[in-house]
């Protein structure tokens, strides 16, 4: 009986993948049919007590609303403000100025950028931001979201400046730098692939690479050698930020050296980049670009890598428990130094320097948050769906039961587990506190590195988070699909596959020769 219970909580995930692609159910309603059966699954075999699985549903309820929802409406609310000041035109002419080529620009947006966003802020910022700059520069928004889902598969582990790696090092008790520095040798092959990956996705097929295999290659190698580099000397906070500066640096260059290069009609985004020249004229570029500068300087400025400023701002925040299971912890709510409050007071204050009106400010806000309501559902549902498994035992089970089945070939199937862990929460952070741990123990009873575990919780954890409902739902509604997750669950779930079997492979090839 208890093996089958085991294999009983993977019924919420099997029917959210199948509700999602063959049944074409929109994310809102396959979300809360899914903490339907999860609540079930809870009340009845796992004797989960009603006000237990109640207050649980309650705090993911609240936890997906702050900070994650806030952050995404943050995000989404700067893109169309920048569309209604007619910024985004200045911004969308400037890049194409740099290359009219589509496959530099899924580069240089959503590679570099999409990895600066994940490493200062994280929280659905980094696909949400860079997919509709794409989408608005008149990309395909399925391929759009696609690219940059893709894009934030391996930053994740180092997102929000280094949070999930720092959690980790907190659940597992392993060091700091060793851990950064493992999680970051097991990504260097994917961290070279996924740039000629997003590559082929939006130019429709290997085809696309002709002419920018070079441009490609070195944008993922200077990625991924400062990353190897901030990871074993300086450790996980810094790692993705200055690996996406100095690709976005390296790209830029190459770009520019092959300004003359003739483009391939069916890649040529220059076409419309500039055709609101009559707005254009009204901003100069920094102007155009300010929200999006001070989002930088004021997540740098927030950051830990400020100190005296974050340590101010970190007192005003509140810890309540919320969940009354007896594995339930309380919850803190940052009020100021959150992402999410962080873009907003950015993005008022680049309006105001753009002269939008408080009227427009309103007037996108109010817009911004009917297009995301379908969304907020799907999130809410899907946190409420992560807290009643964990807190009922049904995560722990699953894992267990993968354990079990596996024995000394279990390195094999860590990323796997860490996936499925991470498509349920959506979020690397969470992953982390739930299964961090079980992976080093894991690895104790079978003989090999804790840390080398560890760190395929992380490869695996980011690998299943852009596959994940709150993900998929972020992106669709960035970019105007709301509804249609359907289409990006199809489009991501083959590369998503592609790559958890090769992380298996070679986490479970190289199990016996860790570097830490």
């Known amino acids: 009986m208890s093996m089958l219970l085991s294999c009983l909580t993977l019924l919420p995930i099997i029917w959210l993948v199948i509700a999602l692609t063959l049944l074409k159910m929109p994310g809102h309603k396959a979300c809360a049919s899914a903490l339907g059966i999860t609540a079930i699954l809870a009340l009845t075999l796992w004797k989960m007590p009603a006000v237990d699985m109640a207050t649980s549903a309650l705090e993911g309820f609240a936890t997906a609303l702050w900070p994650i929802i806030l952050v995404i409406i943050a995000a989404i609310f700067t893109y169309n403000l920048s569309l209604k000041t007619g910024a985004m035109d200045v911004i969308k002419r400037m890049l194409t100025g740099v290359s009219a080529d589509k496959r530099i620009l899924i580069l240089l947006i959503g590679w570099c950028f999409g990895g600066f966003l994940e490493g200062m802020a994280g929280f659905g910022t980094a696909i949400a931001i860079p997919a509709s700059m794409l989408a608005g520069m008149g990309m395909d928004p399925i391929l759009s979201c696609i690219v940059c889902m893709l894009a934030n598969a391996f930053p994740t582990a180092f997102g929000s400046v280094g949070i999930p790696t720092v959690t980790l090092v907190s659940v597992t008790g392993l060091e700091a730098l060793p851990l950064a520095f493992t999680t970051v040798v097991q990504m260097v092959p994917f961290m070279l692939l996924v740039p000629f990956l997003m590559v082929i996705v939006g130019g429709g097929g290997v085809k696309a690479l002709k002419g920018v295999v070079g441009i490609t290659l070195v944008s993922g190698i200077t990625f991924v050698i400062p990353e190897l580099i901030v990871s074993k000397y300086i450790g996980p906070e810094l790692t993705v930020i200055v690996g996406c500066v100095f690709s976005l640096a390296a790209t830029i260059l190459m770009a520019r050296a092959r300004k003359n290069t003739p483009i391939p009609a069916e890649y040529d985004m220059g076409t419309g980049a500039s055709s609101a020249s009559a707005v254009n004229d009204k901003y100069r570029p920094i102007v155009a670009w300010m929200p999006f500068i001070l989002i930088f300087v004021l997540l740098l400025l927030t950051s830990k890598l400020v100190p005296p400023v974050n340590g101010f701002l970190a007192a005003f925040k509140t810890s309540i428990k919320i969940s009354t299971s007896a594995a339930a912890k309380p919850v803190s709510f940052s009020w100021i130094n959150t992402p999410g409050v962080v873009i907003f007071v950015a993005t008022i204050i680049g309006g105001i320097i753009q002269k939008a009106g408080a009227a427009l400010m309103w007037q996108t806000f109010a817009a911004t948050l009917k297009q995301l309501s379908k969304t907020i559902i799907a999130i809410m549902s899907v946190l409420a769906v992560a807290k009643i498994m964990t807190y009922s035992g049904m995560i722990s089970d699953m894992a267990h039961l993968f354990v079990a089945l596996t024995g000394r070939f279990y390195p094999f199937v860590a ?81 998503v596959v592609l790559l958890l079997i090769l992380s298996c492979l070679l986490i479970g090839l190289f199990s016996g020769m860790s570097p830490a």
Do not use: H
Request: hydrophobic fraction near 50%; aromatic fraction near 4%; glycine fraction near 14%.
């Open 415 to 495: 990323p796997i587990i860490a996936a499925i862990g991470a498509f349920v929460t959506g979020s690397g952070t969470n992953t982390e506190v739930l299964l961090g741990r079980l992976q080093s123990e894991a690895a104790t009873a079978i003989g090999v590195s804790q840390y080398w575990l560890a760190a395929a919780n992380s490869v695996g954890a980011g690998i299943g988070k852009v596959m994940s409902p709150q993900c998929i739902a972020t992106a669709a509604a960035a970019v105007g699909l709301t509804g249609q997750d359907s289409k990006l669950l199809s489009g991501i779930l083959k590369w």
